[in-house]
C-alpha cells in the first residue's frame, strides 16, 4: 500500500511469532544495494472483528521518493521464509485530461457531477481573483460527487456548515485552496462539533491530497477545557467546536501535506483534523495514511487527532503552535502508527490570562479505559517539545507540561516504543513519560527529558536528563546546540535517521550540522 513517500507492508506468515523477527531491506529499481528499514512490527493479538490482520506482521517504510519503484525483501529471521515485493509510489504528477473554470456567480453550494479516471483528472479551479462567498446561506462552498477531480487555487468563504464537502469518492485532490468562514453557531456563540473546511463522511473515501491549502478563521469557536457547555444534554469542558478537516469514517489511503490551519483566539479550532470514531478499528486517518509538513495552531484539543485503528499511519515534520496537545492517540487498536520529528512549540488551556490557561498538555496522547483498543503498536521517534517565553506575565514557559502522557489512572496502553524525543516540559516537576499501567511492553530509551518518567522500572537507561540547550540560528529549526548534551547521543533507526552528521545522530528532530 504505498503512499508518495512511504509504503506499508503486511505479512501474514504461517510461522509468524514475536521472536521471529521480520527484517525488511529495499532497494530502488536499478539500484544494486539493499537498504535496512526498522523490523515489521508482529501483531500477536486475536481481533475478532478484524480476524484478516489477527497474529500479521505491519510496517512501513519511510524517506521514499515518488513515482519510483521499490523492490522491497521480507526476511524472517528463525524460520528462513522470505517475501519479495514490487510496488511504486505515487507520482507527484496528476495528468489533468480536462480543466473546468467555474464562474464567479455560479450558485452555491457547487456540485461537481464530472470526474476523470485512471488516465486523468478533471481539474476545477477558477479565475485570480474570484471568491466564492456562501454568505452564511449554502450548506458548503463545494459538494463533490465525483472521483477523479481536482479542487486546485479557489477562495471559499462562509458556507454555512462546511467550506468543501466530498461525497462517495476516490482519487481527488484539494490543492492550493483558501477556506475560511465556514460553520454553524451553537449554543453560547460555540461552534457545532466537526464543522470543517474540508468535510467528509463517506465510508467509501479513500486515496484522497489535501495540500498546500489555507484552512483558516472557521465562523465559530470552540470551548477550550477551561469552559463549560452543554453537548448532547451534558455539561462538558471538553473542546467542541469546528475543525480544519474532518474525515468520518474513511477508507483510508489520505495524503494531507504542507496545509496551514490556523486562527485567532476568538475563533478556536477543536481538532485541527480528525473524526469520531476514536474507540474502533477504524477512525482518523484509519491506514496507510501520511499526514506531514502541516502547521497546525489554535486549537483547544489536539493538533491532529489520529485514533482508531491507526494501521500504517505515519505522522511526521508537523508543527504545532498553541494548542492543548499535539497528537492524540489514545487509542492505536491495530497499528502500527509513527509519529516522528514533529515540534510542538507553545501550549494552552484556556483564553484567560491566568494560571489555570496557562497549564498546557502534552506532545503525545496516549490510553483509553478499554483494553480492546490499546493493543496496537505506536513508535515515537526524533520529536521536539519546546518551551517559548513564559506569556501573561507567569513565570513558567509557555510550552507543553508532559511528553508522552495516559491522560487518567486507568488509561491503557501497551506497545508503546520512544526514541531520540527531546522531551522538555515546564519543570523538572511534570511528566515526561506518564505510563498509568507501567506495562513492561512499553519501551522508552535515548530520550532528552529534564522531568519525572512515570513507567516501568528501567526505562530510559540511555536517556539523558538535561534541559536541552538549542542552537537558534537556523529559522524554523531547532538543533541542538554542537557540544551540548543529546548530540550524537540518538540511537541508530535504519530508515528514519539515516541522514547524519558526527558519530551517531542527534536527538531532536533536527540534526546539527
Known amino acids: 500500500m504505498p503512499t508518495f513517500h512511504c509504503m506499508s507492508l503486511y505479512w501474514r506468515a504461517a510461522s509468524g511469532a514475536r521472536d521471529n523477527i521480520c527484517s525488511v531491506h529495499y532497494r530502488a529499481e536499478g539500484e544494486s544495494d539493499w537498504k535496512e528499514a526498522l523490523p515489521l512490527w508482529f501483531d500477536p493479538t486475536d ?38 515485493i514490487v510496488a511504486s509510489t505515487w507520482s507527484d504528477s496528476f495528468p489533468v485530461k480536462k480543466t473546468v473554470l467555474l464562474k464567479a456567480d455560479a450558485p452555491q453550494p457547487i456540485t461537481i457531477t464530472e470526474g476523470g479516471d485512471a488516465e486523468g483528472y478533471v481539474a476545477y479551479t477558477a479565475e485570480a481573483g474570484v471568491v466564492f462567498d456562501g454568505k452564511g446561506e449554502a450548506d458548503c462552498n463545494i459538494r463533490v460527487n465525483a472521483s477523479h477531480v481536482i479542487l486546485r487555487g479557489l477562495t471559499l468563504k462562509n458556507a454555512g456548515i462546511n467550506g468543501i464537502e466530498l461525497g ?17 453557531i451553537g449554543d453560547k456563540g460555540y461552534g457545532v462539533n466537526l464543522d470543517a473546511a474540508i468535510f467528509s463522511r463517506s465510508r467509501e473515501l479513500q486515496r484522497i491530497v489535501i495540500q498546500d491549502n489555507r484552512l483558516h478563521h472557521p465562523r465559530s469557536n470552540a470551548n477550550s477545557w477551561t469552559e463549560k457547555r452543554i453537548h448532547d444534554g451534558k455539561e462538558t469542558k471538553h473542546p467542541i467546536g469546528p475543525q480544519g478537516i474532518t474525515f468520518a469514517g474513511s477508507q483510508g489511503r489520505l495524503v494531507i501535506r504542507r496545509n496551514k490551519i490556523y486562527s485567532d483566539l476568538q475563533h478556536m479550532f477543536n481538532d485541527g483534523m480528525g473524526e469520531v470514531r476514536n474507540f474502533s478499528y ?14 497546525i495552531s489554535h486549537v ?36 502500527p502508527i509513527y509519529i516522528f520529528r514533529n515540534v510542538m512549540h507553545a501550549s494552552r488551556k484556556g483564553p484567560k490570562e491566568d494560571a489555570d490557561s496557562n497549564k498546557g498538555a502534552y506532545l503525545v496522547k496516549l490510553g483509553n479505559e478499554n483494553e480492546v483498543w490499546g493493543k496496537g503498536k505506536i513508535f515515537v521517534f526524533h520529536n521536539t517539545m519546546l518551551q517559548p517565553p513564559p506569556r501573561f506575565g507567569f513565570g513558567e514557559t509557555s510550552g507543553g ?4 502522557l495516559a491522560t487518567g489512572p486507568k488509561k491503557y496502553q501497551i506497545n508503546i516504543t520512544s526514541r531520540n524525543n527531546i522531551l522538555y516540559v515546564r519543570t523538572s516537576g511534570h511528566s515526561v513519560i506518564k505510563d498509568s499501567f507501567r506495562d513492561p511492553s512499553n519501551d522508552y530509551d535515548y530520550d532528552l527529558y529534564n522531568g519525572a518518567v512515570n513507567a516501568a522500572p528501567g526505562q530510559e537507561s540511555h536517556g ?24 550524537d547521543a540518538a540511537e541508530r533507526l535504519p530508515n528514519f535517521n539515516d541522514t547524519f552528521s558526527g558519530a551517531a545522530p542527534d536527538i531532536g528532530a533536527f540534526e546539527s550540522q
Request: hydrophobic fraction near 30%; charged fraction near 25%; charge should be negative.
Open 300 to 335: 483547544w484539543d489536539d493538533g491532529i487527532e489520529a485514533e482508531g485503528a491507526d494501521m500504517n499511519v505515519r505522522i511526521w515534520s508537523n508543527s504545532f503552535n498553541n494548542v492543548y496537545g499535539a497528537v492524540g492517540t489514545a487509542t492505536a487498536s491495530l497499528g
Open 47 to 84: 481481533h475478532p472483528e478484524k480476524p484478516e490482520h489477527s497474529r500479521e506482521y505491519r510496517g512501513s517504510i519511510v524517506n521514499l521518493q515518488p513515482g519510483t519503484k521499490y523492490e522491497v525483501r521480507l526476511h524472517l529471521t528463525k524460520t528462513g521464509e522470505e517475501r519479495r
Open 168 to 184: 462517495d469518492v476516490q482519487d481527488a485532490v484539494v490543492e492550493q485552496c483558501d477556506i475560511s468562514g465556514w460553520g454553524r
Open 282 to 295: 477504524a477512525g482518523f486517518p484509519n491506514r496507510d495514511s501520511d499526514i506531514y509538513d502541516n502547521e
Open 401 to 404: 507540561n508532559a511528553g508522552l
Open 464 to 487: 539523558i536528563r538535561a534541559v536541552p540547550q538549542f542552537d537558534t540560528t537556523s529559522p524554523g529549526q531547532f538543533p541542538l546546540l554542537p557540544g551540548t548534551p543529546g548530540i
